[in-house]
Every structure is written in C-alpha cells, then in structure tokens.
C-alpha cells in the first residue's frame, strides 16, 4: 500500500526550505525522522495510518510538554512546543466535535453492550481506529469511564 503522506512531507519540506521557513522544516523533518525510524526498525513502509498514529503520538507528546512548561512558567518553550503541534495537525485528519465524539461513544456502548469498566478495553479497541488522529484519546478514555459507571 503506497503512502499519500510521506511524499506531501517530503514536497512540504522541500517548499519550506525554499521559503526559508525554518520552524515548519525543523517540524518536518522529525516528522520524517520519526517515520524512518520505525520504518528502519520494523523493516517495514508505513502506510497512512500508521504515520497517522505516529503524528497523534507526537502531538500527545506535546501537549504533555506544553502541561510541564506552563506549570514550570517557561512560556517561551510552550510557545515552541504549541506552534509545533499546529504544524504536525495540519497532517492530521480534521479534529471531530464532542457532539461526534460523544456519538461515537453511545453508539460503541450500544453495539458491544458494554455495562461496566471492564468493558473498557473491548470500548477503545473499536474506538482507536475511528479516532485515531482525531480525538484526543485520553479525554475519550475519560469519557468511556464517566459513562461506564454512572
């Protein structure tokens, strides 16, 4: 299965070193890495839902740093971090509402029969593909718990 992302990371940064935009290639270029790394690792292509699950994995990533920077008052790293999680969405499939999410949600419970915590697992597994890249997971864990005990 031939990727679409790989070669629109490899055009984007290509452009952005024409450009001069230095931020957005640093970005991308650990994108690229990142893919490589695995690629190199597993011998393996990753196709798109793979790197997608990569780039989620690298926003998460972030957002841990930007939790740890503003509680440390290092707003100039935050920043750093926030523009980089901009750039990295852009690959990323379009972000679903809470309505969606929440819709998604009944609909898992309704469909496996899930009526307790350790339904959980079962939850996430036909969860993940759907949200991978669009949710972020631990609020939906959160929200899986919440429904699944009251």
Not at 15 to 37: E, H, P, T, Y
């Amino acid at each position: 299965m031939s990727s679409t992302l790989k070669p629109q990371l490899i055009g984007d940064m290509k452009s952005s070193m024409k450009s001069g935009d230095k931020q957005r290639l640093g970005v991308v270029r650990l994108m690229l890495a990142a893919i490589k790394q695995i690629e190199v690792d597993e011998r393996i292509e990753l196709d798109d839902t793979r790197m997608l699950a990569v780039f989620d994995k690298m926003v998460k990533q972030r957002r841990e740093s930007i939790s740890h920077y503003g509680a440390a008052g290092r707003d100039d790293l935050l920043a750093v971090e926030q523009a980089e999680i901009d750039i990295i969405q852009e690959y990323l499939p379009e972000a679903l509402s809470e309505a969606e999410i929440n819709d998604l949600v009944e609909q898992s419970i309704a469909s496996t029969g899930a009526a307790s915590i350790k339904d959980m697992g079962k939850l996430m597994s036909l969860l993940k593909p759907q949200l991978q890249g669009r949710a972020d997971m631990g609020q939906v864990s959160q929200l899986i718990k919440s429904r699944l005990s009251a």
